[in-house]
């Protein structure tokens, strides 16, 4: 099988304020910024033992790579164990388990002052960051963020790999509607063109993060994530600038999730299979 047409994100080493401004958040284009955590206590602290040690007690949300199904809520958690089970887990084997978009910082403060917010341009939200862990060769399938944010993504602790779209390849990508993903079907490592074949026609990006690296991440933009090794990730965001893109995540977070939810109650497998469905004929539409 062929592979997609993805391009190697630019790297930097260090960026100023200015230029990131100007040459990637203007142009919204990713870039990798390898050396922007250098001095942070995290820096030399961060790896999955120093969490266990702070965090081993704590009681997380674990996700797997299971099909979406109409019993499942919105993001619900598919299982729940201690910080310590997991981390012990990670480094033993291969795990499809993940945590997603965790508050550890709200649990365990002590991490809030291993970390300093970014001064590059962006308006950060302010909020406490979110933590997301995954074991070796564990995927985050392709979606975007409802929030259309613009993403300053940290790597810790081994390496990640991430392969990224803008929303102007959404048509190809085989979106399911009423939702944030593509069809999950889709090996987006070893694609099938017969069975897929607008995916020819979509361009991306990709890269590998090591320990300490920051990928920024545009607004809106599609990500697919594989943990090539066990490891840890922390996100940091700003709003969309791009009034449709701000229309757009008003609109997923206060009429999108809420009208998916009550169709799955309703309806159950046959609204996902629906989607499914749809998201096929839709994308086949474009090609």
């Not at 304020?17 to 030399?44: G, L």
């Not at 887990?89 to 649990?107: A, G, V």
């Not at 609109?251 to 159950?268: A, S, T």
């Amino acid at each position: 099988m062929s592979s997609l047409h993805l391009t190697e994100i630019e790297r930097v080493e260090t960026i100023s304020k200015e230029d990131f401004y100007t040459n990637y958040v203007k142009k919204q284009k990713p870039v990798v910024i390898e050396k922007m955590t250098k001095d942070w206590p995290a820096y030399s602290k961060w790896d999955l033992e120093y969490i266990k040690s702070l965090a081993g007690d704590k009681t997380v949300p674990l996700y797997d790579d299971r099909p979406v199904s109409y019993k499942d809520g919105f993001n619900q958690a598919h299982a729940k164990m201690k910080m310590s089970e997991y981390i012990d887990l990670l480094q033993s084997k291969p795990t499809n388990y993940r945590i997603f978009l965790y508050n550890l910082m709200k649990e365990v403060p002590l991490l809030q002052n291993d970390f300093r917010w970014p001064k590059i341009g962006l308006k950060l939200i302010k909020q406490l960051p979110m933590l997301f862990f995954g074991g070796e060769n564990s995927k985050v399938f392709m979606h975007f963020d409802i929030d259309y944010s613009n993403i300053l993504h940290f790597h810790f602790h081994g390496k990640k790999q991430c392969i990224l779209f803008s929303q102007e390849s959404t048509p190809y990508l085989y979106k399911i509607p009423h939702s944030l993903i593509s069809r999950e079907d889709i090996d987006f490592e070893n694609p099938d063109f017969e069975k897929f074949p607008a995916l020819k026609k979509a361009k991306g990006y990709i890269c590998n993060l090591k320990h300490g690296e920051m990928l920024y991440m545009p607004e809106g933009y599609w990500h697919y994530m594989k943990y090539v090794t066990p490891g840890f990730s922390m996100s940091l965001r700003a709003l969309p600038k791009k009034p449709k893109h701000l229309i757009k995540a008003v609109y997923n977070v206060l009429i999108m999730r809420h009208f998916d939810n009550f169709m799955r109650k309703r309806k159950g497998q046959v609204w996902i299979d629906y989607k499914n469905e749809k998201a096929m004929s839709n994308t086949n539409k474009s090609i």
